[in-house]
């Protein structure tokens, strides 16, 4: 069998591109919220039921956190934001960028989601200065103790950013898509992610000011007269990336479809074999498939056994972020969830055109690997 790659980013064709580009050129606005923006946001608002006030695009998810928290102010010097360390490091990098200190809370086992029984023990203890949560939706699934969380955020007077970087697409039990969560709620469009245009991302939020305050801020701080009001910065989404983006938005609900057709295939041939799934992942927009092996050894045997194959996998999150070097001294406890989860989850490949047979393939190296 040949060579089975991890990713493989689907994008518009060259024809479809080439007009889209024509269009730019014929425009001659490349930047600067210019009519391409504009058709972005409204496929965006239209997908995720809101309204163009409330929706600001960006160069990447990570600007995104940033900007939103300059937005809503969370600038405390030293202050604490709550944020779970089994995700990407670009959140809590992006915390420690604007002064703050990420202090880490485990998941639950379950959903593989920040516990909030623990985020309000933290809370309760009044051993650190909270000032927010930054809210991670592991791998995109939409976290269905949403409505928990607000009201906990709100009981202390905490501002609630929502990182779905992964999730653009995804649905919450209820059936409804993800995006108006918290007071500020931010995706990734970077080509890993299921509506892929290279790079970019997007701040959603449902209060207007904020995102005026974020569309001054990525564009150097300025006011309605060019005047720079605010510390600002260069965090503007192209307008070539924008087209793109609105040809992935005609294609992204079939596109999602056969991901989850995927993610079904792999289900049914590891759940038997003991594999866990996190809860509502078939809701998700699933960039990729995770399975968490019985044991560790299965995990290591797995990643070995699929590589002499020609099968390349990942382990997201391993080393969960309290691991790395640089983020040592902020953990809370020892976060027992998140080790043990870490050291046995394995990510496979998830992209459109593979096949029902790669699949099955993938699972039989599996099962030969959790049966030994």
């Given amino acids: 069998m040949n060579e ?4 493989k980013p689907s994008f518009p064709s060259r024809d479809e591109l080439s007009t889209s580009y024509q269009d730019l050129l014929e425009c001659g ?16 608002c239209n997908f995720v039921q809101t309204t163009p006030e409330h929706v600001s695009l960006v160069a990447s998810a990570t600007s995104g956190i940033e900007l939103a928290l300059q937005a809503l102010d969370i600038s405390a010097s030293r202050a604490h934001v709550l944020v779970a360390s089994f995700t990407f490091p670009a959140g809590p990098l992006a915390l420690r960028r604007q002064g703050l200190r990420p202090l880490f809370i485990d998941i639950d086992s379950e959903t593989w989601q920040p516990d909030i029984h623990e985020a309000r023990r933290v809370i309760e203890s009044r051993k650190f200065k909270i000032t927010a949560i930054l809210l991670t939706n592991t791998f995109g699934t939409a976290n269905d103790e949403i409505e928990e969380w607000e009201q906990l955020a709100g ?6 950013v929502v990182d779905s970087a992964a999730g653009f697409g995804s649905q919450s039990p209820s059936g ?3 995006g108006n969560n918290g ?10 992610k299921t509506l892929a245009i290279g790079e970019g991302g997007a701040v959603i939020s449902k209060h207007a000011e904020v995102i005026n305050r974020i569309d001054s801020l990525k564009n150097f701080g300025f006011d309605g007269h060019r005047m720079t009001t605010l510390m600002g910065t260069n965090a ?7 087209k793109i983006g609105v040809l992935q938005l005609e294609k992204l609900i079939p596109q999602i479809e056969v991901r989850r057709l995927i993610f079904e295939r792999y289900r ?13 992942a078939g809701l998700s927009a699933l960039p990729f498939v995770s399975a968490v092996v019985p044991k560790q050894q299965h995990r290591r045997h797995a ?16 080393p969960p972020v309290h691991q790395h070097p640089f983020f040592a001294s902020e953990v809370n406890s020892g976060l027992p969830v998140s080790n043990d989860v870490a050291s046995r989850i394995i990510s496979l490949p998830t992209y459109l055109d593979l096949q029902p047979q790669q699949i099955d393939f993938i699972c039989g190296v599996l099962q030969q690997v959790v049966i030994t």
């Fill in 176 to 178: 409804e898509r993800i």
């Fill in 29 to 44: 606005i490349f930047s600067n919220d210019g009519p391409a923006s504009t058709e972005f946001i409204e496929g965006i």
């Fill in 303 to 318: 990643v070995e056994a699929l590589k002499v194959r020609g099968i390349t996998s990942r382990e997201y999150y391993n």
């Fill in 236 to 242: 503007k989404l192209s307008e070539l990336s924008c």
């Fill in 4 to 7: 089975i790659p991890f990713l």
């Fill in 155 to 160: 009981e202390y007077a905490l501002k609630l």
């Fill in 183 to 192: 007071d500020c709620e931010i995706f990734s469009f970077h080509a890993t």
């Fill in 268 to 280: 049914n041939h590891l759940a038997p074999l003991g594999c866990k799934f996190q809860k509502n």
